[in-house]
Each structure stands twice: as structure tokens, then as C-alpha cells.
């Protein structure tokens, strides 16, 4: 079964870096993703990285600002957030897509998912 548990989120300055961990427990077989969700504004897949690391893929939106790491060994995902701005205000969720059925590219762009996490929030304002 699928379970994550978010954290790292929280107020902070325009300019300023977080780093949001996601705990993920059976997902060896899968990519993991962080998705956002802001008031009025559509559904991003921020960042999205292979079962095994190798491979990421970025929005445009971040690109150059976020960086995803996942450590398996330790069942942890990473997105370290730098530069943040206030259009980055959004609850910020883990998510998983089953390897076999996406890249990450395609989990991400395409919103697709198996299961996610009930999320973070980021809140950017001076």
C-alpha cells in the first residue's frame, strides 16, 4: 500500500529556500512526483523523478529553482526549493505513478498519478 507523509513546509520571504520531504513507503517500483495545488489556479506537477534517481523532469514554472532527490534506502523524497517566489504559494503533495505506466515527464506534464499525499503548504509573502 501506498502512504506518504509530507513536510517542510511553511511561511517564508520571497528569495528565501525550503526543502520539503515527502516519506514514502512502497514506492520501488514507482516515479514520485510533487504536484501544487493553489487557490484558483490549475494543477502543476512540479517535479518528477525516476524509481531510481536517474531521471527528472522539471516545469517550466521551476526550472533552474528546485532541485528532486529521492534517497531509497531511506524511503525519502526531496525537493529543495530555492529562490522561491510568491507565485510558488500553493499546498504541495507527494504522489507516486507505477514505473511501468509513465516517465517522469509524462507523470508529470500529464498530471497522472496512482496515489498521493495529503500535502504541505508554501507560503511565500514579505
Known amino acids: 500500500q501506498l502512504q506518504f507523509v509530507e513536510s517542510g513546509g511553511g511561511l517564508v520571504q520571497p528569495g528565501a529556500s525550503l526543502r520539503l520531504s515527502c516519506a514514502a513507503s512502497?514506492?520501488?517500483?514507482?516515479?514520485i512526483g510533487w504536484f501544487r495545488q493553489a487557490p484558483g489556479k490549475e494543477y502543476e506537477g512540479v517535479s518528477c523523478i525516476s524509481s531510481g534517481g536517474g531521471s527528472t523532469y522539471y516545469a517550466d514554472s521551476v526550472k533552474g529553482r528546485f532541485t528532486i532527490s529521492r534517497d531509497n534506502a531511506k524511503n525519502l523524497v526531496y525537493l529543495q526549493m530555492n529562490s522561491l517566489k510568491p507565485e510558488d504559494t500553493a499546498q504541495y503533495y507527494c504522489?507516486?505513478?507505477?514505473?511501468?505506466?509513465?516517465?517522469?515527464?509524462?507523470?508529470?506534464?500529464?498530471?497522472?498519478?496512482?496515489?498521493r499525499g495529503q500535502g504541505t503548504q508554501v507560503t511565500v509573502s514579505s
Open positions: 512502497g514506492v520501488e517500483s514507482y516515479h
Open positions: 504522489a507516486a505513478r507505477r514505473e511501468r505506466y509513465a516517465t517522469p515527464e509524462t507523470m508529470c506534464s500529464g498530471r497522472n498519478y496512482d496515489a
